[in-house]
C-alpha cells in the first residue's frame, strides 16, 4: 500500500469537523488521536469558516472591475513608475528609442522588455538601499522592430534575444519615494547572448553538447524568463518558461522524437521564427541546444562579475517560479510548476543543509538533491470545496520504473527529459500549475492552476483538484504537508478558491467557489505572493475582453486573499491589454513593486506616457499608501 493509499483509507471528516476554509494550525490536532499504522497523518484538515467581509487583515475596500488605459487603486493609495522598458541603465547609455530604432547592442544596456517575476534584496544595514532582479520574459514584435513584423535578419534575432533574460538594478529611497538608482555599478543585464555555466548532474552530458560547447559546460543565453525566486543565500533564481516557443527547423519534414514532441517543438516555431536566421535555433542543424534550455538559473545580484548557473538538478520543464523553503533539519526545499496544459508539479529537496551563517557554502547547494513530482488523490468530490491527499514520487534513475526499459540511460537524462520520467511515475496532470508561494504564517503551499481548456480530453480526466471540464477561469490549489515538515512525502490538499463569473454563469461550476461573487470574480490566477503580514497576494493573466464568460471581469488585476477566510478583494487594476506580474515588497512593507506587463499587446494602449501616438512600455510600478502606511493593511 502507497503512502498515499494510506492516508486515503482514513475518512479525516469522521474524525474532526471540517468545514470549508482555512487549514486548522497545528495546535488545535494536540488533542486528536491522527495515528495509522504508526505513521502520522497530516494535519492539514479544514478550518471553520468566518463569514465573508470579516477579515481584518484586509483593510482596503475592494474596488470595482476597470477598463480604461490606467492603473486603477483604491482609495488612498498612489502609484509611479520604477522603470519601464528601454530605460538606460546607465548614464552615457542610450536612450528608448519609440520607433525602434535602437540597436541589439543598445538593448543591451537598457531595462529588458516585458518584465515578469522579480525579488528585492537588501543591502545589509541600509534601510533605504536595495537591488532588484527583475525577469524580462520575451518582447513583442510590432512594438520592438520598425517594421513592426517578425524577424527578417539575425540582427533583428539578436535584438529579441537583448530584450529578454534578467535586469539587476540599484533602488534607493528618498523622502519617502522609491527610485532608479541610473549608473550604479550593480545595474547589469543577463540577456539571451550572456554566457552561463551549466552545473549539475547533466552539465557535461551527451545530449548537453553542441558544436558551439562541445564540453557542454557553458550555454549561450537565458530567454523566455517568467518568474522567480529567491534563495536564504541571498541570490536570485530565473526560470526558463516556454524556451520551445524559440525554436523551429528549416527542414519542413523533419520528425522529432518522444521527447521533442512532449516539450512541445514544431517545425514552424511559435510565432518567434528565431530558426530562419540563427542556425542556434535550428533544430536540424542543432538539436541538442534545445536541451541547454528550460532549466533554472542562478545569479548572485551583489557580484556584477558573477557568471550566472543553470542548476540542472532541478530538471527541465517549462518552469513557471521556485518557491523556497526549509525542511525541519535544515535542508532547502524548491517548489516548481510547469506551465503547460496537462503538466506537473515537483519539488527539489537539497541533499546537504542550508549553512545560514556562511551565504558562499550555499553556492552549489542546488546541485545535489533528489527531484520529486506530485500525484494528487480524486478528492471528496465536494463541488464548492474539494479536498485530498497527495504524495511525492521520486524522480530518480533506478526507482519507481525509471531506467534503461522505460528510456532512460542515467540520472541526467532523468532530469532532462523530467516531463518523461514524471508520466512513468503516473503523476497527475494538472490544469497548468504557475506560481507556487508558501505561507510565511503557517507553511501551507499555493498553487495557481490558471486555466486548461483540455481538461476532461483524453489523459486529463475531470476530478481532484482538476474538478472542471474545459477549466477557463482557473483555481488556487493549496496543500499542507504532513508533519507540518517539507520533506514529508505525503501532504492533505484543498482548493482555497475555484474562480469564475457568478455574473454569467450563476448556480453552476462555472460561478467559481463561495467565496467568489460579482465584486471580486476573475479568471486565470497566475502570479502569487505572501507579504509579512500574511496576506495573499493574486495577479492575473486572462482574457480581458469583458465579454461573454468574461463579462464584467475587466482588464487583468491584482486581488489580495484572507487565507484564514477566504475572503478576497480587489486591489488594482492594469491598463488596456496587459498581464500583471511580478510583485516584490520593500522590507517595511509599505511600497509594493508591480509588474505591467505588455500593455497594449494588441493595440489601444500608450501606457505608461500616454503621449500623442505613444509606444505601450511594460514596466514596474511603486504602490504606496498616500498616508505611508502597511500596504494591504
Given at each position: ?18 468545514s ?15 495515528f ?10 479544514l478550518?471553520?469558516s468566518?463569514s ?8 482596503f ?26 530605460q ?21 544596456l ?11 534584496f537588501?543591502f ?15 518582447t ?95 541570490t ?6 516556454n524556451?520551445t516557443d524559440?525554436?523551429?527547423s ?11 514532441k ?10 518567434i ?30 557580484d ?21 523553503t ?14 503547460e ?19 558562499k ?8 538533491g ?17 479536498k ?30 523530467a ?14 500549475p ?36 474545459k477549466?477557463v ?6 496543500w ?5 515538515d517539507h520533506?514529508s ?7 482555497f ?21 460579482t465584486?471580486?470574480m ?11 503580514g500574511g496576506r ?57 513593486f ?27 510600478m ?12
Open positions: 500500500m502507497s503512502l498515499l493509499e494510506e492516508n486515503q483509507s482514513t475518512d479525516l471528516e469522521n474524525m474532526v469537523g471540517l470549508r476554509r482555512g487549514f486548522i494550525s497545528a495546535g488545535a490536532l494536540c488533542g486528536a488521536a491522527m495509522l499504522g504508526g505513521n502520522l497523518l497530516s494535519r492539514s484538515v478550518a471553520d468566518v465573508a467581509g470579516a477579515s481584518k487583515l484586509l483593510g475596500a475592494s474596488i470595482p472591475a476597470a477598463t480604461i488605459d490606467a492603473i486603477t487603486l483604491p482609495p488612498g493609495y498612489k502609484s509611479s513608475v520604477l522603470i519601464s522598458w528601454g538606460p541603465l546607465h548614464k552615457d547609455g542610450p536612450a528608448f528609442d519609440p520607433k525602434g530604432n535602437g540597436t541589439a547592442a543598445q538593448q543591451e537598457q531595462f529588458g522588455d516585458n518584465n515578469d517575476g522579480m525579488s528585492l537588501e545589509p544595514g541600509e534601510k533605504d538601499r536595495a537591488l532588484m532582479a527583475i525577469n524580462n520574459e520575451y513583442n514584435y510590432r512594438y520592438l522592430y520598425p517594421h513592426g513584423g517578425m524577424p527578417q535578419s539575425a540582427d533583428d534575432v539578436h535584438k529579441a534575444l537583448a530584450c529578454e533574460g534578467v535586469s539587476v538594478i540599484e533602488i534607493q529611497r528618498q523622502n519617502g519615494q522609491w527610485s532608479f538608482v541610473q549608473g550604479s555599478r550593480y545595474n547589469r543585464r543577463i540577456h539571451g547572448n550572456a554566457p552561463i555555466q551549466l552545473s549539475g548532474p547533466a552539465a557535461g552530458h551527451a545530449l548537453m553538447k553542441t558544436s558551439a560547447d562541445p564540453d557542454g559546460k557553458t550555454v549561450l543565453g537565458t530567454f523566455q524568463n517568467c518568474a522567480n525566486g529567491m534563495t536564504p543565500w541571498g536570485y533564481l530565473t526560470c526558463e518558461e524556451f524559440c525554436f523551429g528549416n527542414n519542413a519534414e523533419q520528425k522529432f522524437d518522444a521527447a521533442q512532449r516539450y512541445g517543438v514544431v517545425v514552424a516555431s511559435k510565432e521564427n528565431w530558426h530562419q536566421h540563427d542556425e542556434r535555433f535550428d533544430l536540424a542543424k542543432n538539436p541538442n541546444e534545445l536541451n541547454r534550455h528550460g532549466w533554472i538559473v542562478e545569479i548572485d545580484p551583489f556584477p562579475q558573477s557568471t550566472p548557473v543553470k542548476r540542472t538538478a532541478l530538471g527541465r520543464f517549462k518552469h513557471e517560479n521556485a518557491a523556497l526549509e525542511t525541519a533539519d535544515g535542508h532547502v526545499v524548491v517548489y516548481m510548476g510547469d506551465d496544459r496537462g503538466e506537473f508539479i515537483y519539488k527539489f529537496v537539497s541533499r546537504d543543509k542550508i549553512n545560514h551563517k556562511n551565504s557554502a550555499n553556492r552549489d547547494l542546488l546541485d545535489h533528489t527531484l520529486y513530482v506530485a500525484r494528487f488523490d480524486a478528492g471528496d468530490g465536494n463541488a464548492d470545496h474539494p485530498g491527499h497527495g504524495e511525492w514520487i521520486e524522480l530518480t534513475h533506478g526507482k519507481n520504473g525509471i531506467d534503461a526499459s522505460s528510456g532512460f540511460a542515467d540520472q541526467a537524462e532523468v532530469l532532462i527529459h516531463r518523461l520520467a514524471a508520466s512513468v511515475v503516473k503523476a497527475t496532470r494538472m490544469d497548468r504557475e506560481w507556487i508561494v508558501v505561507s510565511p504564517q503557517d507553511g501551507q503551499v499555493y498553487c495557481t492552476l490558471t486555466n486548461n481548456v483540455k481538461r476532461g480530453e483524453e489523459g486529463q480526466p475531470i476530478g481532484g483538484p482538476n474538478p472542471r471540464e477549466n477561469y482557473g483555481q488556487i490549489l493549496r499542507r504537508t504532513d508533519r507540518d520533506a512525502k505525503t501532504f492533505a490538499w484543498d482548493l478558491v475555484v474562480a469564475g463569473n457568478p455574473g454569467v454563469h450563476a448556480g453552476t461550476p462555472k460561478a467559481g467557489s463561495s467565496n467568489v461573487n465584486q471580486n476573475f479568471n486565470s490566477p497566475d502570479g502569487l505572493s505572501f507579504d509579512k495573499l497576494w493574486i495577479q492575473t493573466d486572462g482574457d480581458s475582453s469583458n465579454t461573454g464568460d468574461y463579462a464584467g471581469m475587466g482588464n487583468n488585476q491584482m486581488l489580495c486573499a484572507d487565507p484564514v477566510t477566504g475572503e478576497i478583494r480587489r486591489f488594482m487594476v492594469g491598463p488596456v491589454g496587459c498581464e500583471v506580474t511580478g510583485i516584490a515588497f520593500s522590507p517595511d512593507q509599505k511600497t509594493v508591480v509588474g505591467i506587463q505588455h500593455p497594449g499587446e494588441n493595440g489601444g494602449s500608450t501606457f505608461p506616457e500616454h503621449l500623442p501616438n505613444g509606444k505601450p512600455r511594460s514596466s514596474v511603486a504602490i504606496m499608501r498616500e498616508d505611508g502606511g502597511v500596504v494591504g493593511a
